[in-house]
């Protein structure tokens, strides 16, 4: 397969020690690599080192199936790094799961339609039907499973293996109103996206929006994470916010609100799918 | 006393029902009131109609002395309102507690020395000598008032002295780092302003810097609201927010946030000088 | 027709005096309309009195049909009112202009779809062929006009004939890339929305992202206005702006700054569609 | 001289080409150099590659005396590159040049006095003399000199020997109502900071809070830069902005934006104090 045209990126987070920059991008420098982006980030609380290059393939010394071998044993051992290598030509696939609510849905169909992103979406999984008509004007398989307290573990086997035949990469939450068993969230760690509508750590759980009205802020918010067991506390990835006022009932809360949700989620995929988001510690480093 | 110049201002609050504002329209045009600003909000979940109100008193037919009888007993009693009536010729008068953080204070004595607040601040009070310095160039008398757990209540009730000799209408807390006895907020509802140096409800209580870095959130704020006798839970009156990133350490998360606290809290500040502010099951109505 | 869970809706602006708004809510509590929303403001500098009242049908004393008589002759022309009356039992007709970017036209699409706006699109015009499959998914009649120098004024005739035919009430460029004509404009004066990829007055015309990157801004904007003949200089409704950086290319400056285009486009659209903006003076009023 | 607790600031700009970090980053860990900070930036338009690194002096093999020659010698020549090299224990010193308002001042000094800024105010310059007082409060020298159409060369001239006598290194404009010649900025190339009431390059020149108001934005700004000979239009180091409406007159709007202006100014002054800020042509890169 020619690399023309294809980037490779590396993720890397090791203990921080002196040289590191100057090894890798030595390696790249004596090898062709053209750098293309390059971040680094030192957390000095922890002493960990971050790093996020991305160079041209073409012309490169080493081939994309000799790569990973290469750098292991000569940068990723001697460092004790954790890494993570993608090609540009490898498109990321992405499964949608969702429940009743459908501007997150529009967001994100509408971004892969006008080929914003580089992403495949071969299905949708939802637990009810309402949203199986976008998902047909969108051409898009659409997988009705509804959940229970008694079928919630083999519907989530059902969902398992669906998103296994699917080769899918991660999955997006965009309103999917069902908790995550800690078994499902274990196969797929920091590759579920979800969106929560409030400035988390501020009103977690349910009913953000009425919580929001009650307490009488003045500013609300929607924040996009990585899903972990502990509910609506994994890995930050985007926030944003708005300012309302006393004039704001709940229903124009959550007007204004789905409007941040979407922008807020989009975000966060499209920073997921570039490959700039490392996690460590429960929190992340996003690159931009 | 001339009321040249002088307007008056007022604010209401009662069950709502037609013709208030018609009512009270008609009775200011009936007698000569120019009004400069009218604000009104109708709370329909709980059917409280809010209003403020503000006309000239020159060539008012009602003079400042006999208009809260003849407003008392015409309108008040009739449509069960609470309500408050000022004149912009009576400065307000403040008091400022702070502790050891100038950031605020700065920032509030600006904005009095340059003219844009129509206010007198009679007395500081502080539980450290640090901020003496800043009082005396700004020429304003400092009573430093330590405060243990043991002599708490006596040291409040010298607060309390002090603030009743100078005929303090208002308390700004800027970054006071001690909690207020339920007995000393008794003498001021609505009348302390607290600065809250995060996103309320998120981070309440100390050290919210930390637990933001902590929490790795993308956004952080401060809060200035009323004080209750429930810790950081008094109705807002005005919120700010700065976005941060994994960059930030908590050092810089303090710098960000300290230009939020001062912002948001000379907001505040202005609101209440302004009588902006309605206060109605734990949050605020401000007019703008 | 019945009314029930029709609203009225008044829009009026007129020289300020004292006792319009005693006027007009005593008329409402006269005839028994609950008032829902009451908004009002003066411009004292021109001395202009604007105000939005929108109230229950059901019940109110005075028919749809007789309304607009009984208004005009009784208080239109006393207080020398500029007026327009709604009822909410009417659904608004938009028409879409677009040309070959999608970003606008799926959040407009969405919104539609999912019932979160009270609107009927029965068509969509474009001088390009690019985005009539999107139109198909959605099932929107697409007419394909192209434009030249040459057949300009014949091919706007067409869209005039299209629009009457469609009994459209407002027309929303969604990134439409041809300058309508005067003439044009004239038949949907403060009916013509359009969405600028800038924060205007900054950057007019053509390139608006290569224009930002050129100077260095640190912030970019996008600006929703109604069209006149004077390019982009028309009544603004809605702008909103994000934070950029030294790091941003032309291309991230595009991609950021379409997210403000789609939010900042809906925004406008609601509050028209809300009946929430009144033009005076190449200025808007916008309730909120 | 001891270097303990000395930093090293280097910033650097030069034609990019690989090897440059990686060549840098190998003589600082050659030489026991504890990095503290190190960003770069690369302009792929131009392929110019920008860095800035801050490293411990404590334990460097190489003097701050030395340290010049050797590193123009082994690196500045090979590279091409443009340098400046700063270290942390010479405070930089600041003029203020200001005219009547206060708001930009108090905030500035507010910063100095607390110990927040790592810099030394020798003097301030005034066109009037309503900023005495203040001046006197902080103990810092003031200087009054009267501009008139008649007197301006020579009164910049005695304001240039000021400036020589107390060795200042930047100058601020703090709300400084005078256009400097281009004489005079000649000898402060990118290190006269000024800030402009406006989100530039909207409403360059005077009086832009009147122009945001006759245009009806609902945003408005404000824009910290370095002040070149052509008006408003120099290198912007940083923006911000707050959400206004058709409630604002002209005189809302200057009391929002000075909160504006007191925040941005001051966040430019840090990053400048910070040595964060470098120049390229006229757009600004600033390390976060």
Redesign the interface.
Known sequence: MSTNGTNAILLIHCPDQ??I??SV??F??DYQG??VD?D??????HNVFFMRVEWEMENFGISKEDLPDYFRENYADRYNMKWELYFTSKKPRMALFVTKL??NL??V???Q??G?WNVEIPLMISNHEHLRD?AD??DIPFHYIPITKENKKEQEKRQLELLKENQIDFIVLARYMQILSSDFIGYYTNKIINIHHS?????PGAKPYHSAFD?????I?ATSHYVTSDLDAG???????V?V???D?VKTLI?KG??LEK?VL??AIYAHLQRKVLVFN?????F?
């Open positions: 002196p040289g920059i100057s991008t030595q790249l420098a053209n750098v390059l680094e980030h030192v957390d000095r609380d459908s501007h529009f967001d169909l509408g971004r339609q006008s914003d976008i004007r969108f400035f988390l750590p501020a009103f307490r009488g802020v003045k500013i918010g890995p930050i990835i985007e926030q944003d916010v300012r006022s006393h004039k009932s007007r789905q409007d922008i989009s975000r429960n929190k992340t480093v996003v931009d």
